[in-house]
C-alpha cells in the first residue's frame, strides 16, 4: 500500500483528500460489501455513488451491452436516451418536462446558474453559508463548505440553514422560521441594494454538507417564494437527496411541498456511471435554447442511459424506495436508544437512508455543550476498524454520516448500528480512563 501511495502522489499530487488516517485500498465491490487488497470484507454506510448497490448485475449488464452495441453522442437519433428521459421526468412534477443531460453534478449546476442568469437578468445567487455544489470556476465562487481559492463572489450572499435538532433546538419553531426567512430577506434585499439583482437560490433539500439540518415546516416553501417574487429561479439540487435517499419522495424537494424551477442531479443516477442532468420546464429550455447552442458530447450517450434506466429498473423491481421508508422507523429507533446510553450524542438527524446525529463535549443537553470534532473522528475511525465505513459532515466537522446504497437490507443496517453503538461504548470508556 505504500507503495501505491507513494506512486498516487507523485502522479495525482498529495492534495486529494483520502479517508481514514490509514488509508484503503479496495480491489472489488458488491452490493454494499467493499472487498480490499488484503481480502478483508467492509460494509459500505457511506458511498451514494453506487445508488443501487456496487456492480449491481443489472446495471453492468446494461452497460456492458449498449456498450458493445453503439455509444455516440446526442447529435445522432437514438431512441435509448429519448426513453430515459421520459421515464426520468414522469417522476418529476409538472411542470418540468424537459431535461438536458451532463456528466456530472458540477455540470449540472453550473448549467443551472446559466439558465437562471439568463432568464432573470440578474447575478445575484442566494446559497446556504455551509454548502458544496460543485467545482466549476462558478460553482467555487459559491462555495462555502470547502476551501476554494476564488473567495466568495460578490454577487453572492449565504444564508445560515436553521436547525431544529442543532443550534436552534431551544427555540420555538415559529420563531426559528420567522427568523430564519428575515435572513432570506435581508440577503435578497442586499443583492439588490448592490445591483446584482437574484438570479436563483441554490440548496440540496437535505441539507446534508450543513449537517442534515431540520428546518421548520414553511423554510424551504418561503425561500422558494421570496426568491421567486424578487425574480430569481430555484434550483433543489438533488445529487445528494434524490432517487428516493429519504423513502418518504422521490425527489427530496417534495418532502417540502415545492416544484423548483430547476432541478439538477449527478452521480447517483448512473450508479457510478458518469452522468448528470439538468430537468426545467419546456418555457425555461424555449428562452435558453435559441440563444445558446448548447450540447454536451458525452451528457445523453446511450451507454449512460443504459446505466440510468437500468438504476430506474431496479429502484422500481426491487421496491428499494419502499424499503427505505419502512427502514427508516427502525434506524431513528435505534440512534434515540444510543442516546439513552450516551447522552453526549444529539437528536437522531437526516431522514430515510441518509442519518446521524451531532457529537458534543459533553451531555448535548446541557447549555455549555460545545461540538466535537475530534471526537468524532476518533469514532468514525472506530467504526472503520470494526470493518464498517462512514464519515461525518457539518460545519463543525461533528456530526457522523451514514449513507448507504440503497441496497442495504434491514440485518445489514443493524450491523452498521450495533457496529457503531461499540463504537461509542469504547470511546465513552476511553474518555472515562483519560478523566479518571
Known amino acids: 500500500m505504500e507503495d501505491l501511495l507513494h506512486r498516487r502522489y507523485q502522479t495525482l499530487g498529495p492534495y486529494s483528500p483520502l479517508f481514514y488516517s490509514q488509508p484503503l485500498e479496495f480491489v472489488r465491490a458488491e452490493r454494499v460489501w467493499l472487498t480490499a487488497a488484503d481480502g478483508q470484507r467492509y460494509l459500505d454506510g457511506y458511498n451514494n455513488v453506487p445508488h443501487v448497490g456496487h456492480a449491481h448485475p443489472r446495471v453492468v449488464e446494461a452497460i456492458a451491452r449498449q456498450a458493445a452495441t453503439l455509444n455516440i453522442h446526442t447529435r445522432y437519433l437514438n431512441d435509448r436516451v429519448v426513453d430515459y428521459a421520459e421515464n426520468l421526468l414522469a417522476t418529476l412534477d409538472e411542470p418540468l418536462d424537459r431535461i438536458i ?158 416544484v423548483p424551477d430547476l432541478v439538477t442531479m449527478g452521480k447517483p443516477m448512473g450508479n457510478g456511471h458518469p452522468i448528470g442532468g439538468v430537468a426545467l420546464p419546456s418555457a425555461l429550455l424555449d428562452e435558453f435554447g435559441p440563444r445558446n447552442m448548447y450540447f454536451n458530447t458525452f451528457g445523453g450517450n446511450p451507454v449512460s442511459a443504459a446505466a440510468g434506466q437500468a438504476v430506474l429498473d431496479v429502484l422500481a423491481e426491487e421496491g428499494l424506495i419502499d424499503r427505505a421508508r419502512s427502514m427508516a422507523g427502525t434506524i431513528r429507533s435505534a440512534l434515540t436508544e444510543l442516546r439513552r446510553s450516551h447522552p453526549w450524542i444529539g437528536p437522531a438527524k437526516g431522514k430515510g437512508l441518509f442519518f446521524g446525529f451531532e457529537v458534543m463535549d459533553r451531555p448535548a443537553d446541557e447549555a455549555d455543550a460545545q461540538p466535537d470534532p475530534g471526537r468524532t473522528r476518533e469514532i468514525v475511525e472506530s467504526v472503520r476498524a470494526r470493518n464498517v465505513l462512514i464519515s461525518r459532515i457539518g460545519r463543525n466537522d461533528n456530526v457522523l454520516k451514514m449513507r448507504p446504497p440503497m441496497a442495504i437490507e434491514p440485518g445489514e443496517a443493524a450491523l452498521l448500528l450495533e457496529t457503531l453503538s461499540d463504537a461509542l461504548a469504547a470511546d465513552e470508556s476511553l474518555a472515562t480512563s483519560r478523566r479518571g
Open 101 to 258: 443531460f451532463t456528466n456530472s453534478g458540477s455540470e449540472s449546476n453550473d448549467l443551472a446558474l446559466r439558465i437562471a442568469n439568463q432568464h432573470s437578468g440578474s447575478r445575484g445567487l442566494l446559497i446556504s453559508d455551509f454548502s458544496y455544489h460543485g467545482h466549476t470556476q462558478a460553482l467555487a465562487a459559491a462555495t462555502t463548505g470547502l476551501t476554494a481559492h476564488e473567495g466568495l463572489g460578490a454577487h453572492v450572499r449565504p444564508i445560515r440553514i436553521p436547525d431544529l435538532d442543532g443550534a436552534d433546538a431551544a427555540r420555538e419553531e415559529g420563531e426559528v422560521l420567522a427568523a430564519g426567512l428575515a435572513e432570506v430577506d435581508r440577503a435578497i434585499a442586499s443583492l439588490q441594494d448592490a445591483g446584482h439583482g437574484v438570479a436563483a437560490v441554490l440548496f440540496d433539500s437535505l441539507f446534508s454538507t450543513e449537517g442534515l439540518n431540520r428546518v421548520p415546516d414553511g423554510y424551504v416553501s418561503g425561500l422558494a417564494e421570496r426568491v421567486r417574487r424578487a425574480g430569481g429561479l430555484v434550483i433543489a439540487d438533488e445529487v445528494q437527496s434524490g432517487f428516493g435517499r429519504t423513502g418518504t419522495a422521490f425527489w427530496g424537494h417534495q418532502n417540502h411541498g415545492i
